[in-house]
């Protein structure tokens, strides 16, 4: 039993990593090869694979196949701890992280606390849509689309059957354009089977996006590509639509347009979590912190930023909020937080940017690299390829990859299962201050 | 979209069938062969393989692997509808079915509503005590069970990290003993790993058993064998001992010794869903409903009961409240609405017995059977393979194979992750009328 209340006892630097995301599982990863202790704290005791929420949602795969127990992650490392909490608070000048329930001073800090939804202020917005940003708000996603259903097969009234099986979805993005795809192979595939007695025809996938095309980061052949395939797969794709307000059930676009639908999913934008912002960190553009070439936050050069919540430039610009981006700045934070205990010259973080990719569905992907780019099949064999292999753990792998060749091969999902949603340890106690905490990943049910 | 509220429309007789557990499942896909509309209701829209609940608790598998979707289940059957919904009513009279949401009429009834933990009126047991009965409070008490190793982690308190260490479950019947074993290897195996500044020695899993022996069911020889095995796997067993008042994490016994121990698992009893006797069925021991020979309810020779909500007996006393007996009455129900239906004389139920199989741990299980009896490897071998078998879906065998495996070989588990585990659609209009169903399966947060 540690006692993480008194101040650094031993000889070593303790190293408090805040956020158990892509950036701070690297940073921590990394940081083990230090002579340090590692105090790893996150709100959930799981890593969760972001990129594959959308799946989740989807009815996919398994919730459990993109959460990975941090402890598991840390287990080799004997310098490494774990530690469960929400940290309500950060005092940068006593060099303290106070979670829900313990206090612990750092000598090094490393926040990873990511991002949220981004709603620009659209009224309604996030009272009434969904998202798919955490493992929770995944799986309630699933349980309302399959509960759309369920409720569909016995509703007479043609006007609220149409509301029930009408799913919108904001934000013509990587996430949105993925979720369509997954949406309507559901929709085709296995809910053609499972509910004979619907007319699937009155069944819509509506793709909201306020530019004049999807995909926005990606190369404009590439975006072609895109909405053609959309198109095809019968998602119905409306550009240049400015949501305006969303309701219960009801989306309102500028121009006067409005989508009457039961499921909305918002899928726009992120910012940086605004807990930096309470903690007193300068916050720029996005709620970002803008860090240093080093990724040390403005005034603290005992504290690094990864992730979301880091901003900086390289020569194309702002970096973006993307996995790969957290992972380089996971390592090259741990090797500079390893040359600072040695009073060596700490390095600038260099991006090295390992292309992109996105899947529309079956057989049909977009990646994008320095020099190459794929559509297709080529494109898709490579998206399922990068991913298997960067799910963290071997068994995981396995299981997803059973999932994904059920689906391909008998055009049937694993898990239409209306599942429990919320977490329950109520026999534990868990202090007031929570609250506060909870802004960290803001959900429909806060 | 069918109309389920107006009366039977079709030449063809209405039979709906209430549960989806393996009675009621049984009896639908039976039916299916017969020129018949047949509604199958659930207020899940899955299956759950009760048998393998507890090692969703022990964190072994994942839930999706024990439940499986019904829409599924009855996909290739034409005349097999499902209906998601909570009964809240029976009119035995005017031949109604009413759920939440709905009023069907029915020319044949099938009730499979199973079983509830029975608490025999011990203060506190209810409301201070997990169950692992559905696969909400499976998942919850895994949730609990890692989530009091985490907070061990940083309790300094001696008494009280003891308190968060002990687990202790009532009952030492198979659910009970299964699941002591399967707790002692969590912590022994994956644990150990995961919490290495834990001191594993404050670790206490405790069976608490009323009767002077443990598996009552089965021949002596298999008992001695399991509390050997038990107390050689470090489980701590408490014959003899009747539980007197269960508090928040402290049980009380009659002879005054007590246990303090944050998570207490009542695995004891269980009586007939209570459902029944509110709809107005005359019901006897234990809650239970005496059918006939034919499995038919008292007065209404169109409504059939099966699984554990069925009291019947054959030359060995009252049919136990197992899977195989209401997997066979399923069967013979179908059987007798079949000859119903085309006015032939219907058949007399007759249980014929597989045996019976509990596991206990790592290479070790008893088998019963008629005329042979095994423990050890031989017993252990069998159940892996009869449990697999049973397994509804190719894909879930897999999946569960592969967590086996990995368990068995890697002294690991798979599914550590404290999830999310109350359901959420919220957004879907559900009607007031709920709390009576509720009841059907009560569960910690009713």
Redesign the interface.
């Known amino acids: ?4 209340r008194i101040a650094n006892k031993g000889d070593r630097p303790r190293i408090v990593v805040v956020g158990a995301g892509f950036g701070g599982i690297t940073a921590a990863k990394g940081l083990a090869r230090f002579p340090v202790d590692i105090y790893l704290i996150d709100r ?3 890593h969760t694979f972001t990129p594959l929420l959308y799946q989740v949602a989807a009815a996919e795969i ?3 196949q993109v ?1 990975y ?1 941090v ?2 992650i840390l ?1 080799k490392h ?1 310098n490494a ?1 774990f ?2 909490g929400d940290v309500v608070a950060v005092d940068f000048d006593r060099q303290l992280v106070k979670t829900d ?2 206090t612990i001073y750092y000598d090094y800090l490393v926040l990873g606390i990511g991002s949220v939804s981004h709603f620009f202020n659209i009224p309604g917005a996030e009272e009434n849509a969904y998202q798919v940003k955490t ?2 708000q995944a ?2 996603l699933r ?2 689309i ?3 259903f ?2 569909a ?4 009234d043609d006007i609220a ?1 149409r509301r029930l099986l009408t799913f919108t979805i904001v934000g013509g993005g990587p996430t949105g354009v993925e979720f369509a795809g997954a949406m309507i192979e559901l929709i085709n595939g296995p809910l053609r ?6 007319n699937l025809r009155e069944v819509r996938v509506i793709l909201i996006e306020a530019a004049a095309t999807v995909m926005g980061s990606f190369a404009s052949d590439l975006q072609r590509y895109t909405i053609k395939r959309l198109a095809k797969m019968g998602v119905e794709l409306c550009l240049n639509s400015k949501v305006s307000r969303i309701e ?2 009801k989306l309102l676009l500028e121009d006067g347009r409005s989508f009457i639908s ?2 909305i999913i918002w899928a726009v934008g992120v910012r940086a979590n605004p807990l930096a912002q309470y903690w007193g960190l300068r916050t720029g553009r996005n709620g970002m912190v803008s860090v240093n070439e080093y990724l040390q936050a403005p005034d603290h050069p005992n504290v690094y930023i990864v992730g979301d919540l880091a901003m900086i430039k390289d020569d194309t610009g702002p970096l973006p909020m993307l996995a790969p981006v957290a992972i380089q700045e996971g390592r090259a934070v741990s090797r500079n937080i390893g040359r600072q205990i040695v009073k060596k010259e700490i390095r600038p973080f260099k991006y090295k940017d390992p292309g992109t990719l996105a899947t529309i569905g079956r057989n049909a992907a977009v990646a994008q690299f320095t020099r190459w780019k794929f559509t297709g099949f080529v494109a898709w064999v490579l998206w399922v390829f990068v991913h298997l292999a960067k799910i963290i753990g071997f ?1 995981n792998r ?2 997803v990859l ?2 994904w060749a ?1 689906d391909y091969f008998f055009f049937e999902r ?15 106690h868990r202090p007031e201050q929570i609250d506060l905490a909870r802004e960290k990943q803001p959900s ?2 806060d």
Not at 153 to 156: F, I, N, S
Not at 193 to 198: E, G, R
Not at 416 to 427: A, H, K, S, V, Y
């Open positions: 039993m540690l006692d993480l959930n005791n799981y398994e919730s459990g959460a127990p402890r598991s287990r004997d701890n530690i469960l329930e313990l493992l929770d799986t309630a349980n309302q399959l509960g759309c369920e409720h097969t016995h509703e007479l059957r089977k499972d509910f004979p007695t619907l219960r059930g039961e499921t068994r396995i299981l059973v999932n059920w694993a898990v239409r299962l209306i599942m429990p949603t919320e977490r329950r340890t109520d026999n534990i429909r049910r």
